[in-house]
């Protein structure tokens, strides 16, 4: 998904996080977590090429044109926010991290339902499992969309 989209997807649930919460700490964390969990394309922007892009249409191409054998995305997996939930609900940990645990698990939500991994792509252990070689952790729609975009 495009960073723009996960921009308005983020500002839509930390308003309704707004509006049942009443935390600005927790609506900042929960808009803040949805977003910049997008960071770890920028770390496999620089595994790959030994340098950070310096244009955001750089990065953008090399996420949807990228031609490496592996994929990464170290802060795109659904064990963050399930340990983030259990430890809310066991510990009784505050609103601001029930703000960062919905922005975590929108966003991967929403990358599931958009991007065209394999159903078990957002877990992390799937992806080290297949050592994050793209051709077994992806489905066959990220080439065809790849081809098509070209």
Request: hydrophobic content about 45%.
């Amino acid at each position: 998904m495009k960073v723009k989209y996960h921009i308005v997807a983020s500002a839509g649930i930390s308003l309704g996080c707004q509006a049942a919460m009443h935390s600005w700490p927790a609506t900042l964390g929960c808009f803040f977590s949805g977003v910049l969990i997008d960071l770890d394309h920028y770390l496999e922007y620089y595994i790959f090429r030994k340098k950070f892009p310096y244009r955001y249409k750089d990065l953008f191409d090399f996420c949807w044109y990228n031609e490496e054998s592996k994929l990464y995305l170290f802060l795109h997996a659904y064990e963050y926010p399930f340990i983030l939930w259990f430890l809310i609900y066991f510990f009784s940990l505050g609103k601001v991290w029930l703000g960062v645990a919905l922005g975590l698990t929108t966003h991967l939500a929403f990358d599931q339902w958009i991007n065209p991994g394999k159903p078990l792509f957002y877990f992390l252990m799937f992806r080290i499992k297949n050592q994050f070689e793209k051709i077994k952790i992806v489905s066959a729609r990220y080439y065809q969309r790849k081809f098509k975009a070209i």
